[in-house]
Protein backbone atom coordinates (compact mmCIF):
# COMPACT_ATOMS: atom_id res chain seq x y z
CA UNK A 1 0.00 0.00 0.00
CA UNK A 2 1.36 3.63 -0.94
CA UNK A 3 2.28 5.53 2.15
CA UNK A 4 -0.22 8.20 2.66
CA UNK A 5 2.19 10.65 3.43
CA UNK A 6 3.43 10.50 -0.17
CA UNK A 7 2.80 12.82 -3.18
CA UNK A 8 0.56 11.33 -5.47
CA UNK A 9 2.14 8.92 -8.50
CA UNK A 10 5.36 8.94 -6.42
CA UNK A 11 4.69 5.24 -5.69
CA UNK A 12 6.69 3.83 -8.88
CA UNK A 13 9.80 5.56 -7.93
CA UNK A 14 10.32 2.97 -4.74
CA UNK A 15 12.28 -0.09 -6.15
CA UNK A 16 10.26 -2.97 -5.40
CA UNK A 17 13.22 -4.41 -3.16
CA UNK A 18 12.68 -2.46 -0.11
CA UNK A 19 10.10 -0.69 1.97
CA UNK A 20 10.73 3.20 1.26
CA UNK A 21 9.46 6.22 3.47
CA UNK A 22 8.82 9.24 2.29
CA UNK A 23 11.01 11.92 3.78
CA UNK A 24 9.10 15.41 4.74
CA UNK A 25 8.50 17.82 2.04
CA UNK A 26 11.08 20.25 1.45
CA UNK A 27 9.20 22.93 -0.76
CA UNK A 28 6.17 22.77 -2.64
CA UNK A 29 6.15 20.62 -5.72
CA UNK A 30 9.13 18.77 -4.59
CA UNK A 31 9.40 15.31 -4.78
CA UNK A 32 10.27 13.38 -1.69
CA UNK A 33 13.44 11.89 -0.96
CA UNK A 34 13.02 8.17 -0.57
CA UNK A 35 15.30 6.27 1.90
CA UNK A 36 15.26 2.44 2.65
CA UNK A 37 14.21 1.71 6.07
CA UNK A 38 17.48 0.01 6.74
CA UNK A 39 19.58 3.10 5.69
CA UNK A 40 17.06 5.04 8.41
CA UNK A 41 20.42 4.96 11.14
CA UNK A 42 23.24 3.40 9.02
CA UNK A 43 24.87 4.21 5.42
CA UNK A 44 26.76 1.23 4.71
CA UNK A 45 26.83 -1.45 2.17
CA UNK A 46 25.89 -3.83 4.16
CA UNK A 47 22.65 -2.30 5.12
CA UNK A 48 22.01 -1.97 1.37
CA UNK A 49 22.37 -5.87 1.51
CA UNK A 50 20.19 -6.02 4.00
CA UNK A 51 17.41 -4.03 2.44
CA UNK A 52 17.87 -6.31 -0.75
CA UNK A 53 17.50 -9.03 1.14
CA UNK A 54 14.32 -10.73 0.29
CA UNK A 55 15.91 -11.20 -3.01
CA UNK A 56 18.73 -13.41 -1.58
CA UNK A 57 15.88 -15.64 0.56
CA UNK A 58 14.12 -16.02 -2.06
CA UNK A 59 17.68 -17.04 -4.39
CA UNK A 60 18.49 -19.32 -1.23
CA UNK A 61 14.94 -21.05 -1.56
CA UNK A 62 15.23 -21.82 -4.80
CA UNK A 63 19.09 -23.15 -4.61
CA UNK A 64 17.99 -25.35 -1.47
CA UNK A 65 14.94 -26.75 -4.12
CA UNK A 66 17.39 -27.14 -7.00
CA UNK A 67 20.05 -28.88 -5.20
CA UNK A 68 17.50 -31.72 -3.95
CA UNK A 69 16.29 -31.63 -7.69
CA UNK A 70 19.74 -32.79 -8.75
CA UNK A 71 19.89 -35.84 -6.68
CA UNK A 72 16.78 -36.88 -9.22
CA UNK A 73 19.49 -38.09 -12.18
CA UNK A 74 21.38 -39.99 -9.61
CA UNK A 75 18.25 -41.83 -8.56
CA UNK A 76 17.04 -42.30 -11.99
CA UNK A 77 21.55 -44.26 -12.81
CA UNK A 78 20.02 -46.11 -9.96
CA UNK A 79 16.83 -47.32 -10.40
CA UNK A 80 17.95 -48.13 -14.15
CA UNK A 81 21.31 -50.29 -13.43
CA UNK A 82 19.46 -51.87 -10.69
CA UNK A 83 16.05 -52.56 -11.58
CA UNK A 84 15.31 -51.84 -14.96
CA UNK A 85 18.33 -53.39 -16.76
CA UNK A 86 18.20 -57.01 -14.62
CA UNK A 87 14.08 -57.01 -14.78
CA UNK A 88 14.32 -55.28 -18.51
CA UNK A 89 11.14 -53.02 -17.23
CA UNK A 90 10.35 -50.81 -20.34
CA UNK A 91 7.33 -49.52 -18.78
CA UNK A 92 9.37 -48.56 -15.18
CA UNK A 93 12.11 -47.05 -17.34
CA UNK A 94 9.54 -45.09 -19.58
CA UNK A 95 7.84 -43.76 -16.32
CA UNK A 96 11.31 -42.85 -14.65
CA UNK A 97 12.26 -41.15 -17.81
CA UNK A 98 8.95 -38.81 -17.56
CA UNK A 99 9.93 -38.21 -14.12
CA UNK A 100 13.82 -37.44 -15.00
CA UNK A 101 12.12 -34.40 -17.36
CA UNK A 102 10.05 -33.16 -14.90
CA UNK A 103 12.57 -33.11 -12.84
CA UNK A 104 15.12 -31.40 -14.64
CA UNK A 105 12.75 -29.46 -16.03
CA UNK A 106 11.81 -28.14 -12.66
CA UNK A 107 15.79 -27.56 -12.13
CA UNK A 108 16.36 -25.48 -14.94
CA UNK A 109 13.23 -23.22 -14.11
CA UNK A 110 14.71 -23.31 -10.63
CA UNK A 111 18.06 -22.49 -12.05
CA UNK A 112 16.67 -19.41 -14.33
CA UNK A 113 14.64 -18.04 -11.17
CA UNK A 114 17.36 -17.37 -8.81
CA UNK A 115 19.43 -16.06 -11.88
CA UNK A 116 16.96 -13.87 -12.65
CA UNK A 117 16.57 -12.81 -8.80
CA UNK A 118 20.12 -12.24 -8.13
CA UNK A 119 19.86 -9.77 -11.44
CA UNK A 120 16.90 -8.18 -10.00
CA UNK A 121 19.12 -7.94 -6.47
CA UNK A 122 21.89 -6.17 -8.52
CA UNK A 123 18.80 -3.71 -9.34
CA UNK A 124 17.33 -3.35 -6.22
CA UNK A 125 21.11 -2.78 -4.69
CA UNK A 126 21.53 -0.10 -7.43
CA UNK A 127 18.16 1.08 -6.70
CA UNK A 128 19.13 1.42 -2.70
CA UNK A 129 22.51 2.49 -2.65
CA UNK A 130 23.61 4.29 -5.81
CA UNK A 131 21.87 7.36 -5.12
CA UNK A 132 23.80 7.27 -1.66
CA UNK A 133 27.25 6.94 -3.21
CA UNK A 134 26.55 9.74 -5.63
CA UNK A 135 25.25 11.88 -2.77
CA UNK A 136 28.52 10.74 -0.61
CA UNK A 137 30.58 11.70 -4.00
CA UNK A 138 29.04 15.15 -4.25
CA UNK A 139 29.82 15.96 -0.69
CA UNK A 140 33.33 14.52 -0.58
CA UNK A 141 34.77 15.16 -3.42
CA UNK A 142 36.80 17.75 -2.72
CA UNK A 143 38.24 15.85 0.65
CA UNK A 144 38.69 12.66 -1.32
CA UNK A 145 38.78 13.19 -5.34
CA UNK A 146 40.66 9.59 -6.16
CA UNK A 147 37.96 8.00 -3.98
CA UNK A 148 35.03 9.64 -5.36
CA UNK A 149 36.03 9.20 -8.91
CA UNK A 150 36.47 5.61 -8.48
CA UNK A 151 33.09 4.95 -6.41
CA UNK A 152 30.71 4.28 -8.84
CA UNK A 153 33.32 1.90 -10.60
CA UNK A 154 33.82 0.16 -7.52
CA UNK A 155 29.73 -0.34 -7.07
CA UNK A 156 29.44 -1.84 -10.31
CA UNK A 157 32.09 -4.06 -9.80
CA UNK A 158 30.20 -5.56 -6.39
CA UNK A 159 26.73 -5.28 -8.03
CA UNK A 160 27.97 -7.78 -10.82
CA UNK A 161 29.28 -10.19 -8.26
CA UNK A 162 26.38 -10.69 -7.36
CA UNK A 163 25.31 -12.78 -10.38
CA UNK A 164 28.78 -14.59 -10.94
CA UNK A 165 29.29 -17.88 -10.54
CA UNK A 166 31.02 -17.07 -7.08
CA UNK A 167 27.38 -15.88 -5.78
CA UNK A 168 25.79 -19.32 -7.27
CA UNK A 169 28.66 -21.29 -6.10
CA UNK A 170 27.91 -19.22 -3.06
CA UNK A 171 23.95 -20.68 -3.06
CA UNK A 172 25.12 -24.09 -2.95
CA UNK A 173 27.83 -24.05 -0.93
CA UNK A 174 24.87 -25.07 2.03
CA UNK A 175 24.63 -27.99 0.74
CA UNK A 176 27.48 -30.00 0.45
CA UNK A 177 27.11 -32.03 3.77
CA UNK A 178 23.87 -32.36 2.70
CA UNK A 179 25.73 -34.67 -0.99
CA UNK A 180 28.18 -35.82 1.49
CA UNK A 181 25.31 -37.60 3.85
CA UNK A 182 24.11 -39.24 0.32
CA UNK A 183 27.57 -40.32 -0.30
CA UNK A 184 27.80 -41.85 3.19
CA UNK A 185 24.75 -43.62 2.65
CA UNK A 186 25.68 -45.27 -0.37
CA UNK A 187 28.74 -46.18 1.56
CA UNK A 188 30.77 -45.64 4.60
CA UNK A 189 33.99 -45.27 2.63
CA UNK A 190 32.43 -43.51 -0.26
CA UNK A 191 31.32 -40.90 2.41
CA UNK A 192 35.24 -40.28 3.75
CA UNK A 193 35.61 -39.90 -0.06
CA UNK A 194 33.60 -37.27 -0.01
CA UNK A 195 34.96 -35.46 3.52
CA UNK A 196 38.48 -35.91 2.54
CA UNK A 197 37.91 -34.33 -1.11
CA UNK A 198 35.65 -31.67 0.43
CA UNK A 199 38.05 -30.58 3.15
CA UNK A 200 41.09 -31.03 0.21
CA UNK A 201 39.32 -28.55 -2.25
CA UNK A 202 38.38 -26.07 0.55
CA UNK A 203 42.15 -26.04 2.03
CA UNK A 204 42.97 -25.12 -2.00
CA UNK A 205 40.26 -22.28 -1.59
CA UNK A 206 42.45 -21.11 1.04
CA UNK A 207 45.84 -21.22 -0.28
CA UNK A 208 43.48 -19.33 -2.66
CA UNK A 209 42.98 -16.70 -0.37
CA UNK A 210 45.88 -16.44 1.37
CA UNK A 211 47.95 -16.03 -2.22
CA UNK A 212 46.07 -13.57 -4.28
CA UNK A 213 43.97 -11.58 -2.11
CA UNK A 214 47.07 -8.90 -1.46
CA UNK A 215 47.96 -9.10 -4.85
CA UNK A 216 44.32 -8.66 -6.27
CA UNK A 217 44.01 -5.88 -4.22
CA UNK A 218 46.90 -4.02 -5.00
CA UNK A 219 46.12 -5.03 -8.69
CA UNK A 220 42.56 -3.34 -8.51
CA UNK A 221 43.79 -0.21 -6.25
CA UNK A 222 46.88 0.66 -9.16
CA UNK A 223 43.80 -0.31 -12.39
CA UNK A 224 41.89 2.28 -10.10
CA UNK A 225 44.52 4.97 -9.94
CA UNK A 226 45.54 4.48 -13.90
CA UNK A 227 41.67 5.14 -14.74
CA UNK A 228 41.59 8.38 -13.07
CA UNK A 229 44.96 9.40 -14.12
CA UNK A 230 43.33 8.52 -18.00
CA UNK A 231 40.02 10.33 -16.91
CA UNK A 232 41.75 13.61 -15.92
CA UNK A 233 44.01 13.66 -19.41
CA UNK A 234 41.67 12.83 -21.58
CA UNK A 235 39.17 16.05 -19.53
CA UNK A 236 41.24 18.19 -20.97
CA UNK A 237 42.89 16.97 -24.47
CA UNK A 238 42.82 20.64 -26.06
CA UNK A 239 44.97 21.83 -23.59
CA UNK A 240 47.26 17.96 -23.66
CA UNK A 241 47.56 18.80 -27.69
CA UNK A 242 48.35 22.61 -26.91
CA UNK A 243 51.47 21.71 -24.67
CA UNK A 244 52.61 19.07 -26.60
CA UNK A 245 51.91 16.67 -23.63
CA UNK A 246 50.45 13.81 -25.71
CA UNK A 247 53.31 11.71 -25.79
CA UNK A 248 54.27 12.48 -22.65
CA UNK A 249 50.77 11.79 -21.03
CA UNK A 250 50.64 8.40 -23.66
CA UNK A 251 54.20 7.01 -21.86
CA UNK A 252 53.28 7.68 -18.65
CA UNK A 253 49.77 6.25 -18.68
CA UNK A 254 51.47 3.02 -20.11
CA UNK A 255 53.75 2.77 -17.37
CA UNK A 256 50.82 3.17 -15.06
CA UNK A 257 48.89 0.51 -17.06
CA UNK A 258 52.15 -1.39 -16.91
CA UNK A 259 52.76 -1.31 -13.19
CA UNK A 260 48.67 -2.58 -13.00
CA UNK A 261 48.72 -5.34 -15.54
CA UNK A 262 51.78 -6.74 -13.60
CA UNK A 263 50.01 -7.10 -10.33
CA UNK A 264 46.60 -8.32 -12.14
CA UNK A 265 49.20 -10.66 -14.08
CA UNK A 266 51.18 -12.12 -10.87
CA UNK A 267 47.70 -12.23 -9.30
CA UNK A 268 45.53 -14.22 -12.31
CA UNK A 269 48.05 -16.93 -12.58
CA UNK A 270 48.65 -17.57 -9.34
CA UNK A 271 44.61 -18.08 -9.38
CA UNK A 272 45.00 -19.57 -12.22
CA UNK A 273 47.28 -22.50 -11.45
CA UNK A 274 45.06 -22.93 -8.26
CA UNK A 275 41.90 -23.12 -10.29
CA UNK A 276 43.43 -25.47 -11.66
CA UNK A 277 44.68 -27.47 -9.16
CA UNK A 278 40.73 -27.18 -7.90
CA UNK A 279 39.79 -28.66 -10.94
CA UNK A 280 42.26 -31.26 -11.30
CA UNK A 281 41.26 -32.61 -7.62
CA UNK A 282 37.49 -32.67 -8.59
CA UNK A 283 37.90 -34.73 -11.66
CA UNK A 284 40.46 -36.54 -10.00
CA UNK A 285 37.66 -37.21 -7.10
CA UNK A 286 34.91 -38.33 -9.27
CA UNK A 287 37.07 -41.03 -11.31
CA UNK A 288 38.31 -41.96 -7.81
CA UNK A 289 34.59 -42.06 -6.47
CA UNK A 290 34.19 -44.63 -9.67
CA UNK A 291 36.65 -46.73 -9.20
CA UNK A 292 36.07 -46.64 -5.29
CA UNK A 293 32.53 -47.97 -6.38
CA UNK A 294 33.63 -50.74 -8.61
CA UNK A 295 35.69 -51.81 -5.96
CA UNK A 296 32.70 -51.36 -3.58
CA UNK A 297 30.52 -53.16 -6.26
CA UNK A 298 32.81 -56.32 -7.44
CA UNK A 299 33.01 -56.88 -3.30
CA UNK A 300 29.26 -56.77 -3.23
CA UNK A 301 29.03 -54.15 -0.96
CA UNK A 302 26.91 -51.95 -3.76
CA UNK A 303 24.55 -52.30 -6.49
CA UNK A 304 26.66 -51.66 -10.00
CA UNK A 305 24.11 -48.72 -10.30
CA UNK A 306 25.30 -47.05 -7.67
CA UNK A 307 28.82 -46.79 -9.00
CA UNK A 308 27.49 -43.81 -11.35
CA UNK A 309 25.73 -42.67 -8.60
CA UNK A 310 28.83 -42.62 -6.06
CA UNK A 311 30.74 -40.68 -9.05
CA UNK A 312 28.04 -38.23 -9.40
CA UNK A 313 27.24 -37.22 -6.18
CA UNK A 314 30.25 -36.81 -4.92
CA UNK A 315 31.24 -34.56 -8.01
CA UNK A 316 28.15 -32.73 -7.39
CA UNK A 317 29.72 -31.97 -3.76
CA UNK A 318 33.15 -30.44 -5.00
CA UNK A 319 31.29 -28.57 -7.66
CA UNK A 320 30.17 -25.42 -5.73
CA UNK A 321 33.53 -25.17 -4.04
CA UNK A 322 35.05 -25.20 -7.39
CA UNK A 323 32.63 -22.38 -8.27
CA UNK A 324 33.83 -20.35 -5.51
CA UNK A 325 37.60 -21.11 -6.45
CA UNK A 326 37.31 -19.88 -10.59
CA UNK A 327 35.50 -16.97 -9.25
CA UNK A 328 37.66 -15.92 -6.11
CA UNK A 329 38.77 -12.85 -7.91
CA UNK A 330 35.40 -11.59 -8.34
CA UNK A 331 35.19 -11.99 -4.55
CA UNK A 332 38.10 -9.83 -3.83
CA UNK A 333 37.20 -7.60 -6.01
CA UNK A 334 33.64 -7.25 -4.26
CA UNK A 335 35.31 -7.41 -0.86
CA UNK A 336 37.58 -4.47 -1.72
CA UNK A 337 34.42 -2.70 -3.15
CA UNK A 338 32.56 -2.71 0.30
CA UNK A 339 35.40 -1.71 1.52
CA UNK A 340 36.43 1.68 -0.30
CA UNK A 341 32.45 2.35 -0.31
CA UNK A 342 31.71 2.01 3.13
CA UNK A 343 34.64 4.55 3.61
CA UNK A 344 33.30 6.64 1.51
CA UNK A 345 29.60 6.47 2.84
CA UNK A 346 30.58 6.37 6.16
CA UNK A 347 32.45 9.99 5.84
CA UNK A 348 28.91 11.86 6.06
CA UNK A 349 25.94 11.90 7.98
CA UNK A 350 22.85 10.83 6.94
CA UNK A 351 20.77 13.69 5.46
CA UNK A 352 18.06 13.90 7.93
CA UNK A 353 14.62 15.69 7.28
CA UNK A 354 15.37 19.18 8.74
CA UNK A 355 12.56 21.75 9.50
CA UNK A 356 11.49 23.93 6.34
CA UNK A 357 12.38 27.54 7.00
CA UNK A 358 10.92 30.61 5.43
CA UNK A 359 12.64 32.11 2.92
CA UNK A 360 15.38 34.28 3.65
CA UNK A 361 15.74 38.53 3.19
CA UNK A 362 19.01 38.41 2.50
CA UNK A 363 20.60 39.18 6.11
CA UNK A 364 24.17 37.32 6.31
CA UNK A 365 26.37 37.33 9.44
CA UNK A 366 29.38 35.21 9.39
CA UNK A 367 31.38 34.61 12.95
CA UNK A 368 34.98 33.57 13.84
CA UNK A 369 34.18 31.67 10.60
CA UNK A 370 38.01 29.35 9.25
CA UNK A 371 38.62 27.16 6.88
CA UNK A 372 41.55 24.27 7.33
CA UNK A 373 42.59 21.59 4.87
CA UNK A 374 42.80 18.18 5.54
CA UNK A 375 45.98 18.06 7.56
CA UNK A 376 44.79 21.13 9.51
CA UNK A 377 46.53 24.22 8.00
CA UNK A 378 44.57 27.08 7.89
CA UNK A 379 43.55 28.86 5.06
CA UNK A 380 40.97 31.79 6.55
CA UNK A 381 40.92 32.11 10.25
CA UNK A 382 38.12 34.42 12.44
CA UNK A 383 36.78 36.00 9.33
CA UNK A 384 33.78 38.28 11.21
CA UNK A 385 31.53 40.70 9.30
CA UNK A 386 27.81 41.28 8.25
CA UNK A 387 25.38 42.32 5.72
CA UNK A 388 22.02 43.65 5.68
CA UNK A 389 19.98 42.63 3.24
CA UNK A 390 19.95 44.26 -0.32
CA UNK A 391 23.52 45.55 0.62
CA UNK A 392 26.76 45.25 -1.85
CA UNK A 393 30.06 43.96 -0.39
CA UNK A 394 33.04 43.66 -2.68
CA UNK A 395 35.81 40.83 -1.51
CA UNK A 396 39.23 42.40 -2.74
CA UNK A 397 43.29 41.53 -1.45
CA UNK A 398 45.83 39.96 -3.20
CA UNK A 399 46.17 36.31 -5.06
CA UNK A 400 46.09 33.45 -2.44
CA UNK A 401 44.89 35.43 0.42
CA UNK A 402 41.72 32.78 1.03
CA UNK A 403 38.85 35.04 -1.35
CA UNK A 404 37.53 31.95 -3.11
CA UNK A 405 37.98 29.52 -0.35
CA UNK A 406 35.83 32.26 2.10
CA UNK A 407 33.18 32.45 -0.76
CA UNK A 408 33.03 28.63 -1.43
CA UNK A 409 32.48 28.06 2.41
CA UNK A 410 29.14 30.72 2.01
CA UNK A 411 27.94 30.03 -1.08
CA UNK A 412 28.10 25.74 1.23
CA UNK A 413 30.73 24.62 -1.45
CA UNK A 414 32.70 24.00 1.68
CA UNK A 415 32.07 22.90 5.23
CA UNK A 416 33.28 25.23 7.66
CA UNK A 417 35.92 23.76 10.43
CA UNK A 418 35.31 26.75 12.88
CA UNK A 419 32.82 29.50 13.67
CA UNK A 420 29.57 29.51 11.67
CA UNK A 421 27.41 31.40 9.02
CA UNK A 422 23.94 32.59 9.70
CA UNK A 423 21.52 33.31 6.44
CA UNK A 424 18.47 35.08 8.91
CA UNK A 425 19.93 34.18 11.39
CA UNK A 426 19.68 30.33 10.70
CA UNK A 427 22.84 28.54 11.09
CA UNK A 428 24.02 27.34 7.78
CA UNK A 429 23.62 23.55 9.29
CA UNK A 430 20.09 24.24 10.07
CA UNK A 431 19.10 24.73 6.89
CA UNK A 432 18.33 22.13 4.30
CA UNK A 433 21.13 21.85 2.15
CA UNK A 434 18.68 21.54 -1.22
CA UNK A 435 16.81 24.59 0.14
CA UNK A 436 19.49 26.72 0.98
CA UNK A 437 21.31 26.17 -2.03
CA UNK A 438 17.76 27.67 -3.78
CA UNK A 439 18.17 30.81 -2.23
CA UNK A 440 21.92 31.31 -3.25
CA UNK A 441 23.02 32.42 -6.36
CA UNK A 442 26.47 30.74 -6.49
CA UNK A 443 28.83 31.71 -9.45
CA UNK A 444 32.66 29.79 -8.73
CA UNK A 445 35.68 31.25 -10.20
CA UNK A 446 36.07 28.63 -12.45
CA UNK A 447 33.25 28.46 -15.02
CA UNK A 448 31.71 24.89 -14.79
CA UNK A 449 28.96 23.66 -16.68
CA UNK A 450 27.72 20.64 -17.00
CA UNK A 451 26.96 17.96 -19.85
CA UNK A 452 23.68 19.19 -21.54
CA UNK A 453 21.65 21.98 -22.90
CA UNK A 454 22.07 26.13 -21.93
CA UNK A 455 18.68 25.84 -20.50
CA UNK A 456 19.21 22.63 -18.72
CA UNK A 457 22.51 24.60 -17.09
CA UNK A 458 20.51 27.67 -16.15
CA UNK A 459 17.92 25.91 -14.83
CA UNK A 460 20.02 23.91 -12.47
CA UNK A 461 18.58 21.00 -14.32
CA UNK A 462 15.19 21.16 -12.75
CA UNK A 463 13.55 19.19 -15.08
CA UNK A 464 14.63 16.30 -13.94
CA UNK A 465 12.36 16.80 -11.22
CA UNK A 466 9.81 17.04 -12.57
CA UNK A 467 8.68 20.59 -12.70
CA UNK A 468 6.05 22.32 -15.12
CA UNK A 469 8.48 22.82 -18.34
CA UNK A 470 6.63 26.03 -19.36
CA UNK A 471 7.75 27.29 -15.97
CA UNK A 472 11.07 26.60 -16.07
CA UNK A 473 11.29 27.69 -19.55
CA UNK A 474 10.22 31.82 -18.20
CA UNK A 475 12.58 31.62 -15.46
CA UNK A 476 15.45 30.20 -17.73
CA UNK A 477 14.56 33.23 -20.29
CA UNK A 478 14.11 35.36 -17.20
CA UNK A 479 17.53 34.94 -15.58
CA UNK A 480 19.84 35.16 -19.09
CA UNK A 481 17.88 38.47 -19.52
CA UNK A 482 18.66 39.70 -16.15
CA UNK A 483 22.55 38.42 -16.95
CA UNK A 484 22.91 40.05 -20.34
CA UNK A 485 23.32 36.67 -21.70
CA UNK A 486 19.75 36.28 -23.81
CA UNK A 487 20.73 37.43 -27.03
CA UNK A 488 23.92 36.02 -26.96
CA UNK A 489 22.18 32.54 -25.94
CA UNK A 490 19.96 33.04 -29.04
CA UNK A 491 22.89 33.52 -31.53
CA UNK A 492 24.10 30.12 -30.60
CA UNK A 493 22.97 26.76 -32.56
CA UNK A 494 19.62 25.82 -31.25
CA UNK A 495 19.83 28.67 -28.61
CA UNK A 496 18.27 27.34 -25.18
CA UNK A 497 18.63 24.28 -26.65
CA UNK A 498 22.41 24.56 -27.83
CA UNK A 499 24.23 20.98 -26.29
CA UNK A 500 27.31 22.23 -24.03
CA UNK A 501 29.93 19.37 -23.59
CA UNK A 502 31.62 18.19 -21.11
CA UNK A 503 33.21 20.85 -18.90
CA UNK A 504 31.75 23.61 -21.19
CA UNK A 505 32.95 22.63 -24.27
CA UNK A 506 31.61 24.26 -27.55
CA UNK A 507 31.97 27.60 -25.90
CA UNK A 508 34.08 30.38 -25.07
CA UNK A 509 35.03 31.30 -21.82
CA UNK A 510 32.87 34.23 -21.91
CA UNK A 511 30.03 32.85 -22.98
CA UNK A 512 30.28 30.49 -20.43
CA UNK A 513 30.74 33.01 -17.69
CA UNK A 514 27.64 34.17 -18.62
CA UNK A 515 25.79 31.68 -18.55
CA UNK A 516 26.93 30.69 -15.41
CA UNK A 517 25.79 33.80 -14.36
CA UNK A 518 22.47 33.77 -15.58
CA UNK A 519 22.77 30.01 -13.66
CA UNK A 520 23.68 31.98 -10.53
CA UNK A 521 19.94 34.64 -11.18
CA UNK A 522 17.53 31.38 -11.92
CA UNK A 523 14.79 32.08 -9.32
CA UNK A 524 16.11 35.48 -7.87
CA UNK A 525 17.95 33.77 -5.30
CA UNK A 526 17.85 36.56 -2.14
CA UNK A 527 22.09 36.18 -2.19
CA UNK A 528 24.45 36.47 -5.24
CA UNK A 529 28.02 35.26 -4.40
CA UNK A 530 29.63 35.48 -7.19
CA UNK A 531 33.85 34.88 -7.72
CA UNK A 532 35.46 37.40 -10.09
CA UNK A 533 32.41 37.20 -12.71
CA UNK A 534 34.05 39.63 -15.22
CA UNK A 535 37.60 37.83 -15.09
CA UNK A 536 36.83 36.10 -18.62
CA UNK A 537 34.59 38.99 -19.64
CA UNK A 538 35.71 42.00 -22.32
CA UNK A 539 34.19 45.54 -21.94
CA UNK A 540 30.71 45.16 -23.34
CA UNK A 541 30.52 42.41 -20.97
CA UNK A 542 32.15 43.90 -18.35
CA UNK A 543 29.53 46.93 -18.67
CA UNK A 544 26.68 44.81 -18.87
CA UNK A 545 27.76 43.24 -15.64
CA UNK A 546 27.63 46.39 -13.80
CA UNK A 547 23.90 47.03 -14.99
CA UNK A 548 22.89 43.72 -14.02
CA UNK A 549 24.68 44.41 -10.41
CA UNK A 550 22.78 47.44 -10.26
CA UNK A 551 19.72 45.99 -11.13
CA UNK A 552 20.23 43.59 -8.82
CA UNK A 553 20.76 45.93 -5.85
CA UNK A 554 18.08 47.85 -6.66
CA UNK A 555 15.92 44.60 -6.32
CA UNK A 556 17.18 44.49 -2.52
CA UNK A 557 19.49 41.58 -3.50
CA UNK A 558 21.95 40.81 -1.22
CA UNK A 559 25.19 40.84 -3.04
CA UNK A 560 29.07 39.24 -2.22
CA UNK A 561 31.58 39.56 -5.14
CA UNK A 562 34.98 38.72 -5.42
CA UNK A 563 36.43 41.39 -7.52
CA UNK A 564 40.46 42.14 -8.94
CA UNK A 565 39.03 44.92 -11.44
CA UNK A 566 37.52 48.11 -9.93
CA UNK A 567 35.42 48.90 -12.51
CA UNK A 568 32.61 47.69 -10.18
CA UNK A 569 33.70 49.55 -6.97
CA UNK A 570 31.31 52.39 -7.79
CA UNK A 571 28.13 50.68 -7.01
CA UNK A 572 29.61 48.77 -4.16
CA UNK A 573 28.55 49.46 -0.54
CA UNK A 574 31.05 48.00 1.72
CA UNK A 575 34.57 46.54 0.58
CA UNK A 576 35.94 43.64 2.50
CA UNK A 577 40.07 43.18 2.40
CA UNK A 578 41.37 39.64 2.97
CA UNK A 579 45.11 38.98 3.51
CA UNK A 580 46.75 36.17 4.85
CA UNK A 581 43.54 34.47 5.36
CA UNK A 582 42.68 37.32 7.63
CA UNK A 583 40.30 39.89 7.47
CA UNK A 584 42.47 43.47 6.99
CA UNK A 585 39.88 45.70 6.78
CA UNK A 586 36.25 45.82 6.59
CA UNK A 587 33.89 48.75 6.31
CA UNK A 588 31.82 51.33 4.39
CA UNK A 589 33.61 51.37 0.85
CA UNK A 590 34.98 54.96 0.63
CA UNK A 591 36.22 54.60 4.33
CA UNK A 592 38.35 51.48 3.08
CA UNK A 593 39.76 53.18 0.59
CA UNK A 594 40.46 55.92 2.36
CA UNK A 595 42.66 53.11 4.24
CA UNK A 596 43.96 51.64 1.32
CA UNK A 597 45.14 54.73 -0.04
CA UNK A 598 48.92 55.49 0.06
CA UNK A 599 49.34 58.34 2.57
CA UNK A 600 51.07 60.83 0.09
CA UNK A 601 48.01 60.31 -2.05
CA UNK A 602 45.79 61.05 1.03
CA UNK A 603 47.17 64.14 1.76
CA UNK A 604 47.48 65.57 -2.00
CA UNK A 605 43.94 64.98 -2.18
CA UNK A 606 43.29 67.30 1.25
CA UNK A 607 45.28 70.22 -0.76
CA UNK A 608 42.73 72.75 -2.14
CA UNK A 609 43.09 72.66 -6.05
CA UNK A 610 45.30 75.95 -7.42
Sequence with gaps: MPDPGAHPGTEQLAPPCVTFAAGKHRQSG???LFLPAAFRNSLTVQAALQACRRHFLYAALFSAAANLLFIAPMLYMLQVYDRVVPAQGQTTLLFLTLILIGALLALAGLDALRFRLLVRAGACLDGALAPQVMRSTFLQGDAHPRLARQAMREFD????????????????????????????????WMGMLAVAGAALIALLAWRNEQETREPLQQANTAAARAYASYDTAIASADVVRALGLREALVRGH???RRDSLALQTGAGIASARLA????????????????????????????PGAIFASSFIVGRAMAPIDQLVGGWRSIVQARGAIAVLDRLLGGNPLDVSRTLLPAPTGRLDVRGLGIATPDRQLIIANISFQLKPGEFAAIVGPSGAGKSTLVRALAGALTPS????????AEQRDWDPEQLARHIGYMPQETVLLAGSVKANISRFQGWMGEPGDAIDEQTVAAARLAGAHDMILALPGGYDHRIE????????GQAQRIALARALFRDPAYIILDEPNASLDSEGDAQLIRTLEQLKAQGRTILVVAHR?????????????????????????EVMRKLAPPQQQVTSREPAQ
Design 254 to 256: GEE
Design 418 to 425: TGEVRFDG
Design 276 to 303: AESKFVRLFLQSSALGLGALLAIDGLIS
Design 157 to 188: TLRQALTGPAMLGALDAPWIPVYVAVAFLIHF
Design 30 to 32: ERP
Design 566 to 590: LSMLPVVDRLLVIRDGQLALSGPRD
Design 502 to 509: LGGRGLSA
